[in-house]
């Protein structure tokens, strides 16, 4: 979180003109899902710096889908969701 400087996420104010789905609780779901995702890359994965950089997969819950043109509906937060890495 430090790295990525998503501590302060939460807290965010961000122009709701510009960003109008952008609260809390969605930040709170973008901080799970970075912490999430290193974990599993570091822990899980090959734990290599392209693989944080680079991987088309993510662990959104319910909130943060329709942020990456994901269907509506939940998913496993231990499972990657595949993305569309274009």
Do not use: H, I
């Amino acid at each position: 979180m430090q790295w990525l400087g998503l501590e302060g996420l939460p807290d965010a104010d961000k122009d709701p003109a510009l960003y109008p789905s952008f609260n809390a609780d969605l930040a709170g779901s973008m901080q799970r899902d970075t912490a999430q995702f290193a974990s599993y890359v570091m822990l899980s994965g090959d734990g290599r710096l392209e693989t944080l950089l680079t991987a088309p997969f993510a662990f959104p819950d319910a909130k943060l889908r329709p942020l990456y043109g994901l269907a509506a509906g939940n998913s496993d937060p231990n499972t990657p969701t595949p993305l569309d890495p274009s």
